[in-house]
């Protein structure tokens, strides 16, 4: 049997620390934020199993304490605000629909909700500060990099990527990183907010090593400076 994914942090001095096993069945989008993990479990129907929805669960790891938080629809992709005070995640309704939720931290109330277009999908939104959210955005003509101002509800495409795949959005200074397959394997790109630009900053190469009872797949990278 596999071991149980858990959480653990990795000190810049080498140590590591296991802070927090989830639950079972559980998205691996998380945030981490001022000594506070969250991130988004399904929660069992105990009579239909279309009913199963996801919830949002937060560990305090300085008052080592779990809470969860419900709403009437299932959400996922949480992420926390600069200053830890609000979070941000999707809500997908029973028909598809999809929802931006901003949370109050501290009460767990909602206090935004912008819809997604029709036929949009919402992935991976993150902060970048306090009052603006990235995302990925799915639809008909692919994937894009899109930023929302919270308070005109304005959204600005940022980048195109079409058929190709982007995944795993993070936000840096004046960056925005992602995984991207351009190249037919994934690698970490950046675009850079001030030039509204692409760049590529690793590069991944796959080859086989043939030992003598097997064939071994290597994944080397380097990072592009």
């Excluded at 691996?28 to 105990?46: A, C, M, P, Q, V």
């Excluded at 080592?64 to 992420?79: D, V």
Aim: proline letters at 2%.
């Amino acid at each position: 049997m596999a071991d149980a994914a858990y959480f653990e942090i990795i000190r810049k001095t080498g140590g590591k620390e296991k802070l927090y096993i989830p639950g079972y069945d559980f998205n691996t989008g998380f945030d981490y934020e001022y000594g506070k993990l969250i991130w988004s479990e399904r929660k069992d129907h105990l009579r239909w199993e279309k009913a199963d929805k996801s919830v949002l669960v937060v560990y305090d790891g300085k008052l080592k304490n779990r809470s969860k938080i419900k709403h009437e629809n299932s959400l996922f992709g949480p992420a926390f605000s600069e200053n830890g005070k609000r979070i941000v995640a999707v809500e997908t309704d029973d028909v598809g629909n999809n929802y931006l939720l901003i949370i109050n931290t501290e009460n767990k109330r909602v206090e935004q909700r912008i819809s997604a277009k029709e036929n949009e999908f919402i992935l991976s939104p993150k902060w970048d500060g306090n009052k603006t959210i990235v995302y990925v955005s799915l639809d008909k003509q692919g994937k894009q990099l899109v930023e929302l101002d919270l308070a005109s509800g304005n959204k600005t495409s940022l980048f195109k990527s079409g058929s190709m795949d982007i995944s795993q959005l993070e936000v840096g200074e004046g960056f925005l990183f992602f995984t991207a397959n351009f190249s037919g394997i994934d690698n970490i790109f950046t675009y850079l907010k001030s030039y509204g630009k692409v760049y590529q900053v690793t590069s991944c190469l796959f080859y086989t090593s043939p030992s003598p009872r097997d064939s071994c797949i290597h994944l080397v990278c380097s990072l592009l400076v």
